[in-house]
């Protein structure tokens, strides 16, 4: 059995002092996909989990959620430079507009932003229509944001695998409700879904609607980030 790190990123800056949280300067982000190429790392879609050979290299799955436009302008040129995939989850409502639950301080790319991604380097999932805790939501509201989304692609022709990154990491955790959560996501077809977890992953897949991701954070150093690729979140940070 192999442990897979699945990366989850959100905003790109350029000004290094930005540095903290969910907020990641380029510099930093160009060091972490220089290491993962120096130490032969292969990056992987979302969509090729589930039949990928585990003993053939060393695999990384690259994650951004919002589809932030610092994500269009800072971090696909260096995806290309490094010959790196990743998955960008986006919030379908919010395209175009602008990331209202960080206090609308980043701006979402446009469809036809999104449509202007080199497929070679980045394919498209969900997070979710209204970017609303589905813990809070009813099973109706969970179906409805799910009928929007889908809505939405077939609206604006997009190609968008059907996989799941949970708004802030959230679903439904309890008893019951779980397992009702998890035969919605069945219903609609979704694959696989990822909440944070900061673990490595187990593959062969043992729960695809529990895929955890490390978050990698603006402060982390690229020694944590390392140790972070290897083992997960530890204590220490």
Do not use: C
Request: charged share 25%; no cysteine.
């Amino acid at each position: 059995m192999s442990r897979l790190p699945i990366l989850m990123y959100h905003n790109i800056t350029l000004n290094s002092e930005e540095s903290f949280d969910l907020t990641l300067s380029i510099q930093k982000f160009e060091d972490q996909l220089k290491f993962l190429k120096e130490h032969n790392f292969t990056s992987i879609f979302v969509s090729e989990l589930e039949n990928i050979d585990v003993n053939s290299t060393k695999h990384v799955v690259l994650t951004f959620d919002d589809v932030t436009q610092n994500q269009l302008l800072n971090a696909m040129p260096l995806l290309k430079k490094y010959d790196m995939k990743a998955t960008f989850f986006i919030p379908f409502f919010y395209l175009g507009k602008e990331d209202l639950w960080n206090e609308g301080s980043e701006k979402i790319m446009t469809i036809e932003e999104l449509k202007s991604l080199d497929s070679d380097i980045i394919e498209l999932g969900h997070h979710s229509y209204f970017h609303k805790k589905y813990s809070e939501l009813s099973n109706e509201e969970i179906q409805d944001d799910f009928d929007k989304s889908f809505k939405f692609i077939s609206d604006n022709n997009l190609k968008v695998y059907p996989a799941l990154a949970y708004p802030y990491g959230n679903y439904p955790k309890k008893g019951s409700q779980k397992a009702i959560f998890f035969n919605l996501l069945e219903k609609n077809n979704i694959k696989l879904a990822f909440r944070i977890g900061n673990r490595l992953n187990q593959i062969p897949i043992k729960n695809r609607f529990e895929m955890q991701r490390i978050d990698i954070k603006g402060q982390d150093s690229l020694f944590t980030f390392k140790w972070k690729l290897r083992l997960g979140k530890l204590s220490l940070f």
